[in-house]
């Protein structure tokens, strides 16, 4: 899990730099193949407040931060990661209508999971998800049932 919590709070249309992840790296060792990325931005606290939680201004474009389509290439080439995840509506920052993550993680069969909650009860590394989703027939996606077991 990687906390950007304050650069979020200073900057809605922030995008995780493989920057923030190699800082994050040299505090918690290298993301190890298979692990999944969590993004955890705050946003989560505005979900009872649709209107901040969505964040669209007077032109109708949306500000939420999220993973910068670069990052996510790099995560999935360079650290074979198995998805990502995020308290925000989406895993693409708002801004980014090409939805270079979304559209990245479903050409390479990876999980992208939005709408988590309780992040803040998770550790840097080391915890292990189970995911629960409905058994839907064509649909783009699903609600889940996730529970962590933290070390």
């Known amino acids: 899990m990687i906390d950007i919590r304050d650069k979020a709070a200073a900057n809605a249309d922030y995008q995780l730099t493989k920057q923030d992840v190699e800082a994050w790296e040299a505090k918690h060792g290298k993301i190890a193949p298979g692990s999944f990325v969590i993004l955890f931005t705050g946003w989560e606290d505005k979900w009872s407040d649709p209107k901040a939680f969505i964040n669209q201004d007077s032109k109708g474009k949306l500000h939420f931060p999220g993973f910068a389509g670069a990052t996510t290439k790099w995560l999935l080439s360079d650290r074979q990661i198995s998805g990502v995840g995020t308290d925000t509506h989406g895993v693409d920052p708002g801004l980014d209508t090409s939805y270079a993550t979304n559209t990245q993680i479903a050409k390479a069969h990876k999980i992208a999971i939005e709408c988590m909650a309780h992040l803040d009860q998770l550790p840097p590394t080391g915890a292990t998800l189970v995911l629960g989703p409905l058994q839907l027939q064509n649909g783009s ?10 070390p």
Do not use: C, D, M, Y
Request: hydrophobic residues 50%; charged residues 0%.
């Open 141 to 150: 996606g699903s609600p889940l049932s996730i529970t962590a077991f933290v």
